[in-house]
């Protein structure tokens, strides 16, 4: 199944500003997957997309926790292309095991600390962000500073809009497939 609108095939099949920003991915990754691609056609979006990504990169939240996240999010979303990437960038760049990506796709984590964070992700994705103050203190009694709660809020952020792109665009999967076991 193809894409609902057309994902470059290469670099150079892209818009002429997409092309360096895609350049950049390639080094940084060797393969410059089909999502970047896809969100390519709009160099803004990209642009966007990828500085928000590097900004958080350098934020206080481990990238493990960052990877939870993400799987936790995208099952509560249902995007499959986001679960089968970040369900490989997890075991293969994160290094969590399978118990623990079960977890997270379940809104939790078997790490005492990081199951706060990702319970409170999940929250945020479930309540559209009608959290009480119970649950910011929740977050922060388990060892989260403000930096990182801040930082939580974007990465749903982040991955939620990743999520919804994929899944308007049906973006094609190019990473070991994983499938939502339901949308939320």
Excluded at 42 to 59: D, V
Excluded at 86 to 91: A, F, Q, R, V
């Amino acid at each position: 199944m193809s894409s609902r609108i057309p994902t470059p095939a290469t670099i150079a099949d892209a818009p002429a500003a997409s092309q360096p920003l895609l350049e950049a991915v390639n080094k940084q990754l060797g393969v410059v997957p089909n999502l970047f691609r896809l969100v390519s056609n709009s160099p803004a979006a990209l642009e966007g997309y990828l500085g928000l990504s590097a900004a958080l990169g350098k934020g206080k939240l481990p990238a493990p926790t960052r990877e939870r996240i993400a799987l936790a999010v995208a099952e509560i979303n249902g995007c499959n292309y986001c679960l089968s990437a970040h369900t490989y960038l997890g075991k293969n760049l994160a290094k969590l095991d399978d118990a623990e990506i079960t977890a997270n796709r379940s809104g939790a984590s078997n790490d005492p600390k990081a199951d706060a964070a990702v319970r409170f992700a999940a929250k945020i994705v479930r309540e559209r962000g009608a959290l009480g103050a119970d649950d910011v203190e929740a977050v922060r009694l388990a060892g989260y500073d403000d930096a990182q709660i801040i930082e939580i809020v974007l990465h749903v952020a982040l991955n939620t809009w990743t999520n919804y792109v994929n899944e308007v665009f049906q973006t094609e999967i190019d990473f070991p497939l994983v499938a939502a076991r339901k949308a939320a």
